[in-house]
């Protein structure tokens, strides 16, 4: 079978939101793609810090910050962190109106004071909420902003329970990044990711692709949320995931089971990227 490129989402794909270990499943159906020939990529909006729990099931690179920092067998194919005043920018217009951050540099998160005192508020009423606060257990294991030394940021993660806190934000910054919004149901709270326009999964997708010579149309994504969308649509075949958007969903060229099905697995069984296990 011709060499195949596959690109994998981790929250809501490869795992549950903010878990760190795949499902077996998952894991089987990989090392069985890859005994193939094929090639396995993370494509996350994760820095590589919060990636270095994957690093050792031997992917064979990188898309990370959703985009700004792209490896490829160990070597570093682009690197686009936000300039210094793009940074303070943001942070002053978000914290001008209210809206919790967190920026991610490549190795390391800084979060502003009181972010986790605001997701133990007592109100969660599904399971959303108990899976963002085991993230923030588990996985944010942010320093606090006042520690922050000046390393390059590539992403800011904004929290605020209104969506018209990010009006003013959005009128000053938008020119130069994407709001990549979700809205939490149980609270309606609002959380997304400010992507720096000059890149996104996609981006890195045509990368890696030209780095190793290989044509888009041999390229496979899987995602379910708002920052897969570009990755989804520049591949040659997308698969949105049971739990996506259900925009994400309607665009897809297939949809696979839930991620608490194993749907990484079933999918890669279906389209013959792995071993039938079943």
Known sequence: MKEKLIFL?????????????????????IRSAQSRGHRVFLSSGRNMGLLRSFLPYGFDGVISCAGGYVECGGQVLFDCPMTPGQLETALDVFHDNGVFCTIEARDQNFGDTGLEDYFRQP???????????TALAQRLGIAPMTAYDGQPIYKIVYMCSQSQQLDAPRQVLEGDFQFCSQTLAAT????????NRKFHK????????????VGLEDTYAFGDSRNDWEM???VGFGVAMGNAAPALKAK???????????GLAQAFQALGLSENFG
């Open 9 to 29: 989402d981790i929250d809501g794909t490869l795992t549950i939101g903010g878990g760190t270990t795949p499902p077996d499943s998952a894991l089987r159906a």
């Open 123 to 133: 109100r969660e009423k599904d399971e959303e909420i108990r899976q963002w606060r």
């Open 188 to 195: 309606g709270c609002v959380n997304g990711e400010l992507i």
């Open 202 to 213: 996609g981006t890195g997708v045509e990368l890696v692709c030209r780095h190793l010579g």
């Open 232 to 234: 989804l649509q520049t």
């Open 252 to 262: 897809a060229d297939y949809v696979c089971p839930p991620v608490t099905e194993d």
